[in-house]
């Protein structure tokens, strides 16, 4: 007799009954009826956002046994094991699980809560796996102490790491080896955590979710809206990358920096073995990959507490509440913002809040260069003009690139200064 899940795959239950299986009401094994409900949350249109939330509110004995079973279907174990269907206490089970794949635990490690975070710290299988302990290095809730024992796990295998200040305790020691052929080399490691720490300490929780408070309409209007940068995503995958026509579509994009990321670490490793050569950074095409895997809300908090590389692909970010998040964050630098003032592939909505930050407008750099950034909204740009030197105005009133009508004040405007001092 065939099982209820394949009559339910080949359509072949009347309304009442898909009714029925999407609450979880069908006479089946508790195995068979979480299989049911995944196989609705995820392809049936009618019934899936029923399902979903039976799945959300399903027995935790059950849901557990799910979680820990080898045996459980791929379906289910990628559907619990996703961002936003995971619930917490399942999480230590489906690490524990060898057939959730470590590219699945990686992806959820980027944008891990800090309860999660903890957890995965705690878990051998975390502990030993270089891929997952790359990505969860990344996650903007990483602490700094963690973002340590991660980099001395990474370094050095599981036995060098050191305790976790504030956990409480000391991460569990175990035999386990790390995967070191596919862990960075430690000088890049050195070199990273060198870079973070020259950037500042670490920003609040507190400010992420004071940001994300504020702007809570906006970020559920945003919903799942994926990172897509201003003016395209090619050159965002380094130089060495052919340039296409100008219409690509997302799938190539993807494809391709799929493949500029495996190219450059072989050429990364084919340069370390070789005495002299010179390795060509991937970190780069990472950084892509991580930012496209991040919700609207993974990439607010990325903007406001990432790197310096992080803010220059966030502010580039199509979805405004992320890109204005970078202007928001603490370790923002005045260097950051004058190229930010002078980007064409930015929304203007970037460029007319930079003016409403007092700090930015003390930096004349900063207003030289909105007023000479042909994407700078007219109205702004003519605002801001009085404040150039003489130098800078006859240089834009020569400037192709800007308005007719800024060239011609800035014209007006170099000439009247010219004349104030000639009179003195």
Request: aromatic letters at 4%.
């Amino acid at each position: 007799m065939p099982r209820m899940i394949d009559q339910i795959r080949a359509s072949k239950l009347p309304s009442n009954m898909m009714q029925f299986a999407a609450k979880g009401a069908l006479s089946v094994p508790p195995a068979e009826a979480i299989e049911i409900l995944v196989y609705l949350a995820r392809h049936n249109k009618v019934f899936g956002d029923l399902a979903r939330m039976t799945l959300a509110g399903w027995d935790e004995k059950a849901s557990l046994a799910a979680a820990s079973d080898p045996e459980t279907a791929r379906e289910v174990l990628d559907y619990l094991v996703a961002p936003d269907n995971l619930r917490p206490k399942l999480l230590p089970a489906l690490l524990g699980n060898p057939s959730v794949p470590d590219a699945h635990l990686a992806k959820f490690a980027i944008s891990a809560s800090p309860e999660a975070i903890a957890a995965m710290l705690e878990s051998p299988r975390v502990r030993a796996s270089a891929e997952v302990l790359k990505s969860l290095r990344s996650n903007p809730y990483l602490k700094s102490e963690q973002s340590s024992a991660v980099i001395n796990l990474l370094n050095a295998g599981p036995t060098a790491s050191p305790p976790i200040a504030g956990e409480g305790k000391a991460l569990p020691s175990n035999g386990s080896v790390v995967d070191k052929a596919n862990a960075p080399p430690s000088g890049e490691l050195v070199e990273d955590a060198a870079s973070d720490a020259a950037e500042g300490g670490d920003v609040p929780d507190e400010a992420v979710s004071a940001y994300i408070a504020q702007n809570a309409v906006e970020i559920a209007t945003a919903g799942d809206k994926p990172f897509q940068p201003v003016g395209g995503a090619v050159e965002l995958l380094g130089t060495e990358l052919p340039r296409a026509e100008e219409t690509v579509t997302t799938e190539t994009v993807v494809s391709t920096e799929k493949a500029a990321g495996e190219s450059s670490g072989a050429a990364a490793a084919a340069a370390r073995a070789k005495p002299g050569a010179t390795a060509q950074p991937a970190h780069r095409d990472n950084t892509v990959q991580k930012i496209n895997r991040l919700d609207v809300k993974g990439r607010i908090q990325l903007a406001l507490k990432g790197n310096k590389e992080e803010r220059s692909i966030l502010i580039r970010d199509g979805t405004k509440v992320v890109a204005l998040a970078v202007l928001e964050a603490p370790k923002l630098s005045d260097g950051e913002v004058e190229k930010f003032a002078l980007q064409k592939n930015v929304l203007e909505a970037v460029l007319r809040q930079i003016p409403l930050k007092r700090r930015f407008m003390k930096n004349y750099i900063v207003v030289r260069n909105l007023v000479s950034n042909p994407r700078t909204p007219l109205d702004l740009g003519l605002g801001l003009m009085k404040h150039l030197q003489t130098q800078d105005l006859k240089n834009i009133s020569a400037n192709k690139e800007v308005s007719e009508t800024v060239r011609k004040l800035a014209m007006k405007m170099y000439k009247q200064k010219l004349d104030s001092a000639n009179k003195k």
